[in-house]
């Protein structure tokens, strides 16, 4: 790989005489690795390697078609480069209990689904995305991982100032100028200069001086990049300590030579100044609606059902006052399980309830498919349903739903989202990961 000159001589200055295997490195191909999810013992196969500093990332021996494994689509398993899953040894060993936790810049969603399975019960998670598009593949990732405790918002950085003091845990992933991912997207490559690493290192101080007062006195900050320069990473992480106020508790880079992984630069604070305290203004109580699509969550008493985004959803009751608070000053796409759209009279459930780690299958007729039906399911072709009766029915792939379908009895309706469907020519792949065997026509 051809480095600009600046870059060689900057990373020469950092890497010393190990600069050559570094070089060397970015050439290599990319490692490809998953992260599963916490909704079923998934069994994984031989080949797969694990991810030190993850207990739940795996290493994958070559990258298959992920859109034509149904276990993917299901969220079983999200795509993540294994650099990234080091959040997770800086979360077990600095946050405890309880907690609120804003994701700051989440798409397409890698940290917010692993803080997600590592959060106690009773946490919650609000993922933002400034950008529509990108916040539409992180609602898409959000609802398919399942974690019912979740709002996902689209909105710039300064329109959080309405949570000033709420949250316990910051999470910044930050734009920035992209050199650990060199040898992933050339883009990131050409584009780069002197000039642009410290035009983002000026812009990640804004985000952080914007966002700084909703972290709590106390709260942890986990900064991050995909870059190598210190502009970025410890001179920003300085400076935030130094002005803003905080403690830096340590910070780790991870290099093409050193780790199977891309470029990172991960580093954890704990907020020394004051914050505003939170107040819920203008929300005396939560308008409750009744629908008996309540009954599929396990433990329906525990949650309400309120207006978030354009769904009728169900959320946590801890948490009805603070989500409507969120709904009325945040553009909020989605908080807790969507049950049905607003607009919707006759309450048809969507893909999301069925794909709720709290969703109870036991309570609707459910179908277990086999790769092929599962696959055509996913299509959005219609699938025949034998010794099913009539009305709505959960399809099931290896135990885990996959969405709904209405069995009108010589076939059952297809109710998968279209913009969620596989655009590809099915063909033979190899999977990687599965949740129990099951015959190639098996039905429940």
Not at 219 to 245: D, K, M, Q, R
Not at 354 to 368: N, Q, R
Request: glycine share 6%.
């Amino acid at each position: 790989m051809l480095f600009p000159r600046d870059f060689e001589m900057m990373m020469r200055g950092i890497l010393g005489q190990s600069y050559e295997r570094f070089a060397a490195a970015a050439d290599e191909p990319c490692p490809v690795s998953v992260r599963l999810n916490d909704k079923s013992a998934i069994m994984v196969d031989s080949s797969c390697t694990p991810v030190e500093w993850c207990g739940s990332g795996f290493y994958l021996p070559e990258r298959p078609v992920f859109a034509l494994d149904p276990l993917w689509h299901c969220g079983a398993y999200y795509v993540q480069e294994a650099s990234s899953m080091f959040l997770e040894q800086l979360y077990k060993k600095y946050v405890s209990g309880k907690v609120r936790i804003l994701d700051l810049s989440a798409a397409p969603g890698g940290k917010s689904t692993h803080v997600a399975n590592l959060m106690e019960k009773g946490s919650l998670l609000v993922s933002n995305e400034i950008i529509p598009s990108r916040a539409a593949v992180l609602l898409e990732n959000s609802l398919k991982w399942g974690t019912p405790s979740t709002v996902v918002c689209n909105n710039a950085t300064e329109d959080f100032k309405c949570m000033d003091g709420f949250f316990d845990v910051l999470l910044c992933d930050m734009p920035c100028s992209g050199e650990g991912m060199f040898r992933k997207e050339p883009e990131a490559l050409r584009q780069w200069s002197l000039a642009f690493a410290r035009s983002c290192a000026q812009k990640q101080r804004n985000i952080m001086e914007s966002v700084w007062d909703c972290l709590r006195e106390n709260g942890l900050l986990i900064y991050s990049t995909c870059t190598f320069n210190p502009y970025e990473n410890e001179e920003n992480v300085a400076w935030i300590a130094g002005t803003l106020g905080a403690e830096i508790l340590e910070s780790r880079h991870f290099y093409f030579h050193e780790t199977r992984g891309e470029g990172l630069f991960m580093a954890a604070l704990r907020k020394s100044s004051a914050s505003p305290s939170f107040r819920l203004r203008g929300i005396k109580e939560t308008k409750v609606f009744k629908t008996p699509l309540l009954k599929h969550i396990a433990a329906p008493e525990d949650y309400e059902a309120v207006i978030a985004g354009d769904n009728i959803c169900a959320v946590p009751c801890e948490y009805a006052k603070e989500i409507a608070f969120m709904s009325k000053n945040l553009r909020v796409l989605s908080a807790g399980i969507p049950l049905c759209a607003a607009s919707d009279a006759k309450q048809n459930p969507l893909p999301a309830l069925a794909l709720s780690k709290v969703f109870d299958k036991e309570t609707s007729p459910h179908y277990e498919v086999s790769l092929s039906e599962a696959l055509a399911y996913l299509k959005g072709e219609c699938l025949q349903m034998p010794g099913i009766g009539k009305g709505r029915v959960v399809v099931c792939y290896g135990s885990l739903p996959l969405g709904w379908t209405t069995n009108i009895g010589q076939r059952a309706n297809n109710q998968y989202p279209k913009n969620w469907r596989i655009k590809i020519n099915i063909r033979p792949c190899r999977l990687f990961f599965s949740v129990q065997e099951h015959p190639q026509e098996s039905h429940t």
